[in-house]
């Protein structure tokens, strides 16, 4: 008898023991498609990056060249590439992007295919290449870099040639993505000149070939294949902002077409997400009588881009030194400042707030619960509720001993390694509605229209959502410098 219960007792424990290691093994829920590549996700979370906007133009006060400006005007007797990564550096960015070529047709490098470089400047004697010094003193930053080559070339008489055109276009794209080592962001806009009817860029076979030569970089264009246009160049993204389009039913006689650009598509097929690009400066290339945006400018810009699931692609255009001019260093070096004083702490972490939330997958030791969402991990780990079928799904911040906590500014993040999920959300404050949102995606801010608030109770409702919301990290902050329209203004 005695070995009879003794058996029975191993059993037991032996199914116990099943029991709690199944438990401890839940696994994640499904994605939902599409998904990002791998480095769709690098480039997301690199969040600032900077466009470098220089030629003939800086020389001319113009911002679009019409071709026929003499290379010796491109003379920038002191350029210092190394001093604009050491600008980037001390700004956070880890990208720059440099206009190989605009739409005047000016070469910065020695271009085996036209004369109208800097072959024929009187800067190093016709003897220097920019797109070399500027990849190399990336390089020895460990910045990363991109390149832009304008599809209008306004001074290249085969434009208006098809066939001759691209493959002159294509001679040129090989060039730069064959002899300057590796590049993340290659840049097409759609510039197109008016009065050539019959131009037709050969987009599938230049985005065909960039991926043959380069196997880790990220095609800009209007729509893609990796990173999309916001469709517009104030650096302002749609209050919703998918991640998703339907690059196949996208149309260039669609009338709406810069509304789906900027809002995406919930029902999408294809993972494209949005670039906003704006310049420090009214213009995009360097005049002298121009001067920066404000740190209160820059900072809603990049709550209406980063903060609304997108990537703030920032202009900060050289002068005709050669260099990126004092004040605008300076700004970056605000702009950065700023971001990184709101943004260091986060209160619902750093001041033992309780975080509870509707459910969990697999119970409290299935490994998705609400600890995910206040660690360093924004893409891999994350609250995951229950299965689908609750009414709501909650997430719910209470101050220390029920004590209030003091913010103004409501971050929010999605696993989006997983898909972008979240349709629809609300912000209340101590039982009162704040906020009404829409897509959250990578990550999206709010920032509080009342003002500073002190509160007890901070609720995050998943109001609708494409399957289960997986949130990966939440955060309270306080931004000393957003007043709103209820407060005092800000002086600078």
């Not at 260093?329 to 209160?347: C, E, G, P």
């Not at 959250?440 to 509080?448: A, F, P, S, T, W």
Request: aromatic share 12%.
């Amino acid at each position: 008898m005695a070995r009879l219960l003794f058996l029975s007792l191993l059993l037991h424990l032996f199914k116990s023991a099943i029991s709690v290691h199944e438990q401890a093994l839940t696994t994640p829920p499904l994605p939902i498609l599409p998904l990002p590549s791998y480095s769709q996700l690098k480039w997301q979370q690199r969040e600032i990056i900077m466009f470098l906007h220089f030629g003939v133009n800086t020389f001319t006060d113009r911002e679009w060249g019409d071709g026929r400006e003499s290379p010796k005007i491109f003379n920038p007797s002191g350029l210092n590439a190394g001093q604009w990564a050491e600008v980037a550096v001390e700004a956070g960015v880890s990208l720059m992007i440099l206009t190989a070529k605009h739409h005047d047709g000016f070469c910065l490098w020695p271009s085996k295919y036209t004369e109208h470089s800097v072959i024929g400047s009187t800067w190093e004697n016709g003897k220097g290449d920019v797109v070399r010094e500027f990849v190399s003193a990336t390089s020895a930053q460990g910045i990363d870099a991109g390149l832009y080559l304008s599809p209008w070339d306004r001074h290249d008489s085969r434009y208006g040639h098809d066939i001759l055109y691209n493959e002159y276009y294509l001679a040129q794209l090989q060039e730069l993505l064959n002899q300057y080592g590796e590049v993340r962001e290659i840049w097409f806009d759609g510039a197109k000149d008016p009065k050539a009817e019959n131009v037709t860029y050969y987009f599938t076979e230049w985005f065909s070939m960039v991926k043959e030569l380069q196997k880790s970089i990220n095609i800009f264009s209007d729509a893609g294949p990796d990173v999309r246009w916001v469709g517009d160049e104030q650096g302002y993204a749609s209050d919703t902002c998918w991640s998703l389009i339907n690059r196949t039913s996208l149309s260039i006689g669609n009338p709406d077409i810069t509304n789906y650009l900027n809002t995406g598509d919930p029902k999408g097929t294809d993972w494209v997400p949005a670039e906003c690009d704006v310049s420090i400066r009214p213009g995009w290339f360097w005049h002298k009588s121009e001067s920066p945006k404000s740190l209160t400018q820059l900072l809603d810009i990049y709550y209406n881009s980063v903060g609304r699931n997108c990537l703030l692609l920032l202009n900060v255009p050289p002068n005709t030194t050669g260099l990126i001019s004092d004040i605008d260093a300076q700004r970056l070096k605000q702009f950065h400042s700023a971001i990184t004083t709101v943004f260091q702490k986060n209160i619902a972490a750093e001041e033992d707030c309780s975080v509870t939330v509707s459910s969990q997958r697999g119970g409290k030791q299935g490994g998705f619960g609400p600890e995910n969402m206040l660690d360093s991990d924004h893409l891999w780990t994350y609250w995951a509720p229950e299965e689908e079928g609750r009414e709501e799904y909650w997430v719910e911040i209470r101050g220390r001993n029920n004590g209030s906590v003091r913010f103004n500014v409501v971050r929010v993040q999605e696993a989006i390694g997983l898909g972008q999920r979240i349709q629809r959300h609300e912000i209340y404050v101590d039982g009162k509605l704040v906020i009404r949102g829409t897509t959250v995606g990578y990550k999206r801010l709010h920032r509080i229209e009342g003002g500073v608030v002190d509160a007890r109770v901070v609720r995050i409702r998943i109001s609708e959502s494409r399957g289960l919301p997986l949130i990966s990290s939440i955060g309270l902050h306080f931004d000393p410098f957003w007043h709103s329209k209820f407060t005092a203004g800000f002086r600078e």
